[in-house]
């Protein structure tokens, strides 16, 4: 008898594929019908198939809703490659940071744009689509100062838009 409790065990029961039998000792014929109950999926790959087409959907969903984000961002970093070389490099990091609000600002009339453009009224919806979605974005990374900078661009887009749409 060893030290370790579990060698004991393993050479009491030997190994079970070797042994051909189930642990239970029986014939392995029967233990074949051991899992009748059981709902198992008929490939091996069903289950991670399932996974792979929901993560599939998650992302797509991600990019259909942050589209707009995303075309605030392709305008401001056109805007801010041409503006760059005008810009001393110790103010960069000044321009960068006004970069990331026009970026929100940007995505708020993106947004309204492209539900006119589907005939939807744009409402509060707008400004919580874009918010999560950089909610999503920066905070998964850690980027916590962006978000917030993104997020106040959101917010004097959508009180500019509040406020035209009220003088009208």
């Known amino acids: 008898m060893s030290n370790w409790p579990g060698l004991e065990m393993k050479r009491q ?6 042994m051909g039998k189930g642990r239970s000792g029986a014939d392995p014929e029967e233990s074949l019908h051991f899992n009748e109950n059981v709902d198992t999926p008929e490939t091996a790959t069903e ?3 399932a996974c792979s087409r ?12 942050g589209l707009p984000n995303i075309i605030g961002f392709a305008l401001t970093t056109g805007v801010v490659a041409m503006v760059v070389p005008a810009v001393p490099s110790a103010k960069r990091g000044i321009l960068l940071a006004a970069a990331e609000a026009f970026s929100g600002f940007v995505s708020v009339f993106a947004s309204i744009w492209i539900a006119r453009l ?11 689509i874009s918010v999560a979605w950089f ?19 959101v917010l004097c887009g959508w009180l500019l838009w509040k406020l035209a749409v009220g003088a009208r």
């Open 13 to 18: 029961s030997g190994s079970v594929l070797a």
């Open 47 to 49: 289950d991670a198939s």
């Open 54 to 65: 929901v993560r599939m959907l998650w992302r797509y969903g991600f990019v259909v809703l």
């Open 118 to 128: 589907a005939r939807i009224e744009p409402g509060l919806w707008i400004f919580v």
């Open 135 to 153: 909610f999503v974005y920066f905070v998964r990374k850690n980027r916590v100062p962006e978000f917030f900078r993104s997020v106040s661009g």
